[in-house]
């Protein structure tokens, strides 16, 4: 039981830590990409609590098996606290629909929603400038000359993003009352561009 509270205990300084850490770099430091500075955060708070693991006497009681499992433990939480929360508040589409209701009074009319996400949400989001700052920190595109273009690690990623998608996303998805496959290969119909994988642009 004393093993299990100071390990409770562990928990509970961590996750002051990483609310602590992540608030401060949020609010007085420049982040260039939210899920990579997330990630920082975590791994940050993981490591000060990992030291106080292996140096404070509160902690003792642990073995040194026990000390590495809290820290790979540590590591696995703050890595779901990055993509599930921060990540997922910026990039989603969902979450920006309900805002947007909100912010409308609580309706919009359903024939104004693809309006509403092309002309308002690419722009009040500035949905070009935050991916494109987000691909080319991550290495996966270069902007040179007024060209956006891949690099080789980018062309790679998108290999696999385009295998993955046409072999594993599900192949009876439900959009709007009908179960489809057309998100498994969203260019299929665009002229002049791959409608499979592994076939190259015309």
């Known amino acids: 039981m004393t093993v299990f509270r100071r390990f409770l205990a562990a928990l509970a300084a961590?996750?002051?830590l990483l609310v602590t850490i992540y608030v401060l770099h949020s609010w007085y430091f420049n982040v260039n990409v939210v899920f990579?500075?997330?990630i920082f955060d975590a791994l940050l708070a993981s490591a000060v609590v990992?030291?106080?693991l292996f140096t404070s006497r509160f902690f003792s009681v642990f073995t040194g098996f026990e000390k590495v499992q809290t820290m790979i433990i540590l590591v696995l939480l703050g890595y779901v606290f990055a993509i599930s929360?921060?990540?997922v508040l910026d990039r989603s589409l969902s979450f920006y629909i309900i805002e947007k209701l909100q912010q409308r009074g609580g309706a919009i009319a359903e024939q104004e929603m693809e309006a509403v996400f092309?002309?308002?949400y690419v722009k009040e989001h500035r949905l070009v400038d935050v991916r494109l700052t987000e691909q080319i920190e991550s290495g996966t595109i270069t902007v040179e000359d007024g060209m956006?273009?891949?690099t080789p690690f980018g062309r790679q990623l998108a290999g696999f993003s385009r295998f993955f998608r046409l072999h594993f996303l599900p192949k009876q998805r439900l959009l709007r009352g009908e179960y489809t496959d057309e998100?498994?290969?969203p260019f299929r119909d665009e002229t002049g561009r791959q409608s499979g994988y592994g076939e190259q642009e015309q």
């Open 118 to 120: 092309t002309q308002e």
């Open 36 to 38: 990579y500075s997330a």
């Open 183 to 185: 998100l498994t290969d």
């Open 50 to 52: 990992s030291v106080l």
């Open 14 to 16: 961590f996750g002051v």
């Open 148 to 150: 956006v273009r891949l």
């Open 85 to 87: 929360v921060p990540t």
